[in-house]
């Protein structure tokens, strides 16, 4: 008798996977300043859902460090409003930066994806805490979708 394994779940795929296998390494990212014209022509030729807002700020007595935001396909669609056309990239970025680190679970991504109602995590270092990549809900569908294929 051959007993073939049992179909994973989804659940189990997301339990298994490690964010680092599911992330689209490196960023697109754009200068606070950038018009939303330029981010929005970013996000068409690239097809991308979102943009990072990248840039420096400075701390009396603590140096700099690095400030970053997000500019998603929503807050895009936003700022092309009528009134808004001369929006920055640093303005039209309203979607809450959530972050997570490369070797936590698919299942801890989708937790947080659900808990901040957002389509985008960005994947951080743990070591400098800087980002390295990208994680969409479209990415998280991809290895599920290939997880029950097997």
Do not use: K, N
């Not at 689209?24 to 068409?44: I, K, N």
């Not at 409003?81 to 920055?88: H, K, L, M, N």
């Not at 299942?107 to 960005?122: I, N």
């Amino acid at each position: 008798m051959t007993t073939h394994p049992s179909p994973s779940s989804p659940a189990d795929v997301l339990g298994r996977t490690r964010v680092r296998d599911a992330m689209q390494l490196g960023l697109f990212h754009c200068e606070p300043d950038d018009d939303a014209t330029a981010v929005a022509r970013t996000m068409a030729e690239q097809s991308i859902h979102s943009v990072v807002v990248a840039g420096i700020v400075r701390r009396d007595h603590a140096g700099d460090r690095l400030a970053w935001g997000i500019v998603s396909d929503l807050d895009m669609v936003r700022a092309m409003r009528p009134g808004s056309e001369d929006a920055t990239a640093a303005e039209a970025a309203g979607t809450e930066i959530v972050t997570i680190a490369p070797y936590e679970s698919l299942a801890r991504a989708v937790q947080l994806m659900d808990e901040h109602e957002t389509a985008h995590l960005v994947v951080v270092s743990p070591d400098t805490g800087r980002p390295v990549g990208m994680l969409s809900t479209l990415d998280v569908a991809r290895m599920v979708d290939g997880g029950l294929s097997c």
